[in-house]
């Protein structure tokens, strides 16, 4: 679904990303791991296209996208839930998750049923405001708002971050839900070390702005797994 290939990154004059090689299958949880600062979210908002690349190329489906921004990249099936949620506080849960009609024809203009039954809580709070809602309701929040374009590619930047455990669970079990569909790549930036190794079916390990390992899981136990982490 997703090949990145040589993929560099700068911030001005600042380089980021260094040669990285990414890929991700439909059907599959790709965890991109790493300390703060190696550029996991960097190398999101790359894939994304909210921050154009430098160099490298990116292909979905086979088809090499060029450098094409975060708009045209979402009407392809790329969706992101970004570090921070960034919900609009303003805006009515129903009116945040309509943001994402603007990536559909109109005829498909509506929250299917599955939303709800992923995130049975949003039903509740449908007319409530996206700020008034909990960091755990506003994480449910904008998973399901990126659902919506029916994404072909899910980008989670650190869902669990600042989140209650019960909500942590549940979110581990919808990306588990939509791993198993078989329709859809996620590519999942997490530092909770237990969390990614229990739905990861590839572990890719960064450091300094590069990839220094990539492991399909079944190749490499969760303690030599921890470990790399640590050195990471």
């Known amino acids: 679904m997703l090949e990145v290939k040589d993929l560099s990154l700068h911030y001005g004059g600042s380089q980021i990303l260094y040669d990285v090689d990414i890929s991700a299958e439909a059907g599959k949880v790709t965890c991109v791991m790493g300390t703060n600062g190696v550029g996991k979210t960097s190398l999101l908002k790359a894939i994304c296209g909210t921050h154009p690349r430098s160099g490298g190329t990116m292909a ?3 088809e090499d996208v060029g450098k094409q921004p975060a708009h045209s990249l979402a009407h392809k ?3 992101v839930v970004p570090q921070g949620r960034m919900i609009f506080p303003l805006l009515t849960v ?4 309509e943001t994402g009609f603007t990536c559909l024809p109109k005829s498909e203009h509506r929250i299917p049923d599955e939303i709800f039954d992923l995130f049975p809580i949003l039903k509740d709070f449908m007319h ?3 700020g008034d809602l ?6 449910q929040l904008a998973i399901a708002r990126a659902l919506i ?4 590619l899910l980008l989670l930047d650190e869902p669990t971050e600042g989140i ?11 990306i588990s839900l939509l791993r198993d569909r078989g329709d859809m790549a996620i590519v999942l930036v997490e530092q909770y070390f237990e969390f990614a190794y229990e739905l990861a079916d590839k572990l890719v390990f960064m450091e300094r702005g590069r ?3 990539t492991h399909d899981k079944a190749d490499i136990s969760k303690e030599d797994a921890a470990k790399v982490f640590r050195i990471a």
């Open 60 to 62: 979905l489906d086979g």
């Open 77 to 79: 099936g790329v969706a």
């Open 94 to 97: 129903k009116e945040n998750l």
């Open 128 to 130: 409530r405001r996206g």
């Open 134 to 139: 909990s960091g755990g309701q506003q994480q």
């Open 149 to 152: 374009i029916k994404p072909k």
């Open 164 to 174: 209650q455990p019960n909500i942590i669970q549940q979110i581990g079990r919808v």
């Open 211 to 213: 990839v220094t390992s």
